[in-house]
Structures are given as C-alpha cells and as structure tokens.
C-alpha cells in the first residue's frame, strides 16, 4: 500500500456534511482526499466520482473546462443519494501541474486545442493516474462503485486498479460557448462520451 490514512474531519458544504479523508501518497508526497456521505456499509455498489483537481475549474469559477460543474453535480447527487464517495485526485491539468496547464491554456489562447496544447510542451494528452484509488476505497470500505463519468478511459484505467465498477452515469453539466471547443476536442480524441444538447 503506497497511500496512507492521515485523518479525518466533518466538511459541512451547501450540499449536505460530508466527511472529509486525507490521504498521503507515499511514493509522490502528493495529498489526496474522499469525500464521504452518509453510512458506506453494505455491500450494495456505492455512488461515486473520481475528480481530478482543476483548481481553475473547482476554485476559480473556470468556464474554460466543465470541472467545476462538474464536482458540484457530483456532491450534490451524493448528498441527493444518501450515500456515496467523491475522490479528490490531486493532478492538475490531466497531470502536468498547474503552472504547465497555464502555459497549454496560453497555447489554447492561439489557437490550439487542449490535446495540441499538452503535446506542444512535451506531455502525453492525458497523464492521470489511478493506482492510489484502489487504498483510498479499501480504506472505506468501498468494494463497488456506480460511477458519475464521461471518461470510458477512467471506468477502464480503474478496473485495471481492481476497482469494480458496475455502472457508467453520464455526468453531462457546465456546458457553455467557452468550452464547446474543449468539450468536443475531449469526445473526438480523448473518446468521453457525451451528448449533444
């Protein structure tokens, strides 16, 4: 096991009080969270998202991205449920940190798209990692998940964690003119699925 438990606290948010989990990832030094609500026993599969950070998206009010919107949707359907779990990744940028994501937006300012961007400074388009999932949800007691995404890469990249996944849930919000270019770019070549409004 590479993530250690560090502790645990009350998060009251406007969606309900969760509890918040704080997580070590011993080999990066990087801090990860869950957000928990209400009682994970049982064995019934657990509602849930993995987000990765976007601090422009989740902090900074962001339309560039669907991030914000999207953690917001998530915790407020967990609330909703009576039960679940958000992780919190921290991998900024789809991996590449966020000073990197600013000089990709900088590229995306002149006419590149988001996977154009990673790849013009040198990066894959998408370096997320997964592997600290699975001891987060052992940690909770989590064996299943019904999980809010887009991303068929995610269900997959989790499922090769041992994570069992018994549903995708479409996750579609934030949509506006600002990120139509990011949203499609996502689709045709990262391969999330999405509808058309």
Same mark, same amino acid.
């Given at each position: 096991?590479s993530?250690?438990f560090?502790?645990?606290?009350?998060?009251p948010?406007?969606?309900?009080?969760?509890?918040?989990?704080?997580?070590?990832?011993?080999?990066?030094?990087?801090?990860?969270?869950?957000?928990?609500?209400?009682?994970?026993?049982?064995?019934?599969?657990?509602?849930?998202?993995?987000?990765?950070?976007?601090?422009?998206?989740?902090a900074?009010?962001?339309?560039?991205?669907?991030?914000?919107?999207q953690?917001?949707?998530?915790?407020?359907k967990?609330?909703?449920?009576?039960?679940?779990?958000?992780?919190?990744?921290?991998?900024?940028g789809?991996?590449?940190?966020?000073?990197?994501? +600013?000089?990709?937006? =900088?590229?995306q300012? *002149?006419?590149?798209?988001?996977?154009?961007? &990673? /790849?013009?400074?040198?990066?894959?388009?998408?370096?997320?990692?997964?592997?600290?999932?699975r001891?987060?949800?052992?940690?909770?007691?989590v064996s299943?998940?019904?999980?809010?995404?887009?991303?068929p890469?995610?269900?997959?990249?989790?499922?090769?964690?041992? +994570?069992?996944?018994? =549903?995708?849930?479409? *996750?579609?919000?934030?949509q506006?003119?600002? &990120? /139509?270019?990011?949203?499609?770019?996502?689709?045709?070549?990262l391969?999330?699925?999405?509808?058309?409004?």
């Open positions: 096991m993530v250690r560090i502790a645990e606290s009350r998060l948010t406007p969606f309900g009080q969760f509890t918040m989990h704080g997580f070590e990832d011993e080999r990066t030094g990087k801090e990860h969270i869950a957000l928990s609500f209400g009682d994970l026993k049982g064995d019934e599969p657990m509602l849930g998202r993995v987000h990765s950070e976007c601090l422009t998206g989740d900074l009010f962001s339309v560039r991205c669907d991030c914000g919107s953690l917001q949707l998530a915790l407020k967990i609330a909703e449920e009576g039960r679940g779990v958000l992780l919190y990744l921290r991998q900024e789809r991996g590449i940190g966020l000073l990197n994501k +600013i000089r990709a937006y =900088e590229l300012d *002149h006419g590149l798209d988001t996977v154009e961007a &990673n /790849e013009e400074l040198g990066f894959a388009p998408d370096m997320r990692q997964y592997d600290m999932c001891d987060m949800l052992n940690h909770l007691g299943s998940l019904r999980l809010m995404t887009n991303n890469r995610k269900v997959d990249a989790l499922v090769k964690q041992g +994570i069992q996944i018994v =549903e995708r849930l479409p *996750h579609q919000t934030g506006n003119p600002h &990120n /139509e270019r990011y949203l499609a770019t996502k689709m045709c070549k391969g999330h699925l999405y509808n058309k409004a």
